[in-house]
């Protein structure tokens, strides 16, 4: 069972950083857990629908929401079973519960995390 654990989310103010980590465990993935898993960032702000921030299509190649574009950074540590999100120069409009979520497509399912609050605000 693959296990999805988030942490780093806190209380930053305008213009600050944080940065949030996904921490994968329980799979079996011979070749790199990143190789097989397709991985994304979720946010979702009170009152508004799950947005997708990021995904990761390969390591050099990750599509982001345009709210975000050259502010946010994700990436993967193959040797860490870990994603990340860089989040630079936040916004209070960037405030909301930030979920990891990985995608088997061989078994064709879905994990979360738990998600972490990131606030932005002075």
């Known amino acids: 069972q693959v296990q999805l654990v988030e942490s780093g989310g806190g209380l930053v103010q305008p213009g600050g950083s944080l940065r949030l980590s996904c921490a994968v465990s329980g799979g079996a993935f011979s070749g790199g857990t990143f190789n097989i898993l397709n991985m994304r960032w979720y946010r979702q702000a009170p009152g508004k629908e799950r947005e997708v921030v990021a995904r990761i299509l390969s390591p050099i190649r990750i599509l982001y929401t345009d709210s975000v574009k050259g502010r946010f950074t994700a990436s993967t540590d193959n040797a860490k079973n870990t994603m990340y999100l860089q989040m630079n120069d936040l916004k209070p409009e960037d405030t909301a519960v930030y979920f990891c979520?990985?995608?088997?497509?061989?078994?064709?399912?879905?994990?979360w995390g738990q998600g972490t609050q990131v606030t932005v605000s002075s």
């Open positions: 979520n990985a995608n088997d497509p061989r078994v064709r399912r879905d994990y």
